[in-house]
Every structure is written in C-alpha cells, then in structure tokens.
C-alpha cells in the first residue's frame, strides 16, 4: 500500500519552519526522503531504517516511529532552495528486491 | 559521471504502437527500478531487478515488459501503447537493496500516446 503525506502543500515564507508527515498501513523497515524540482529527478535525502532514529542534514532532519508505522520531515529556519516536491518512500521488508513504494509527494514552497 | 542515463527524453507514440525506453547505469549497481510519475503525482513502481537475469512486479506492472540481460542495462518494453501510459518514466538504480539503498535517478522520459 501507498504511504500517506501530509499535508499535500504548504507555502512558508523564507526563514520558517515545517513539517512533513508520512504514514503506512503496513510495518515498515525503512523510510526514505527525496525531493525532486520541478521538471527534474528526485534527490536522495535521507533514510531511516528501523530502530526509531533520527537524523539530520544541515537544517532537515527526520525521525521514523516505526511502532506507529510513521515518519517525519523536519525542515528549520527555510531556505528558497527547499522548494519543490517532497517525497518519502517506504521499504516493509529488508532485502525483498528492493521494492520502494512511493507517497503521493509534499509541495513546498518557499517565498523570499 | 554519468550515471543513470535514460533514452529517449521526450516520445510521442500513436495509440497501438510499441517502443522501449532504454536505461542504462556505469556504477556496477545490481539493483535497477523502473517507475512512472502522473502528472501531479507521486512514483509509481512499475518493474525492478535485483541482478542481471531477475526481475520482479512492482506496483503497475500491466502493458509494460522488462528484461536484465546485463548488470548495466535495464530497458522498459511498452506493447500496444495506450494513452493511459502518457506520463513521465524514471529509471533508478542502487548498490544495496532499495529498502536501505539511496536510489539514483536518470533524468527522465516523457511519453505521449496520442
């Protein structure tokens, strides 16, 4: 099943702070983070495996409960360079093939 | 660097034709990934490999064909192109499996079936 994101798009002005949301119905082992700019590939941001971690990448960071089957985005202090489409992508099973399922993306956009 | 690259970037296919979309990656990965992107929307999964000779279903697997002949290479079959396929196809590759592995991504191909 499709992960779940929200909220479908959120405008910040430069400077603020947001929150990405990702949800599954099934047990996960890994949540992943890309971004992808309008007309290009999604970029790699981060990935979280089980084990309830947190981690962090200049000012975006995310943490994954996997006992609620839910993930975070964390975005601080934004930047015009953060806009684009969000999306987590969720792994139920270590080394079944590979299969990475999509959410349906986060827009963000960032206004000087 | 290349990469992933994909050919071609941009197709326009009359309803009943067919055509293949060519993915090609110079990292050594064995895991390879086809998905599609509505307009709008998310990645859907469409076929994915874990080494050269396997290949499994993803999400939408209906109207297209795969094959991994070699670890390089990873192309997208289409038969009896249909309008629904109108959208724009990725190919991703990874060194480890895609649950713990960052995925690379090729540039895209945007297809119309008109």
């Known amino acids: 099943q499709q992960p779940v994101q929200s909220p479908q798009a959120v405008i910040l002005r430069e400077g603020e702070d947001a929150v990405i949301n990702c949800s599954s119905s099934?047990?996960?082992?890994?949540v992943h983070w890309y971004r992808q700019k309008h007309g290009e590939a999604p970029i790699f941001l981060m990935i979280?495996?089980?084990?309830?971690e947190q981690k962090g990448h200049d000012k975006i960071s995310a943490s994954f409960n996997e006992k609620k089957q839910q993930s975070s985005l964390y975005l601080t202090a934004s930047q015009l360079s953060y806009s684009g489409t969000y999306f987590c992508?969720?792994?139920?099973?270590?080394?079944?093939?590979?299969?990475?399922?999509f959410g349906q993306g986060t827009e963000l956009s960032v206004k000087p | 660097n290349a990469g992933v690259t994909q050919t071609p970037k941009f197709r326009i296919l009359k309803i009943g034709q067919s055509m293949t979309l060519q993915c090609t990656q110079d990292?050594?990965?064995?895991?390879m990934y086809w998905y599609r992107q509505d307009p709008g929307m998310g990645l859907k999964l469409i076929y994915y490999?874990?080494?050269?000779?396997?290949?499994d279903k993803g999400e939408v697997p209906n109207g297209y064909n795969v094959s991994r002949s070699t670890t390089e290479d990873f192309p997208l079959r289409l038969e009896l192109a249909a309008p629904s396929q109108t959208s724009v196809y990725f190919c991703?590759?990874?060194?480890?499996?895609?649950?713990?592995?960052?995925?690379?991504f090729g540039e895209g191909s945007r297809l119309t079936v008109l």
């Open positions: 991703a590759s990874s060194a480890r499996a895609g649950e713990v592995g960052e995925l690379f």
């Open positions: 099934k047990a996960l082992y890994s």
């Open positions: 979280l495996l089980k084990g309830g």
């Open positions: 992508g969720t792994g139920s099973d270590y080394n079944q093939g590979g299969k990475l399922i």
């Open positions: 990292m050594n990965h064995n895991y």
């Open positions: 490999s874990v080494g050269a000779g396997i290949t």
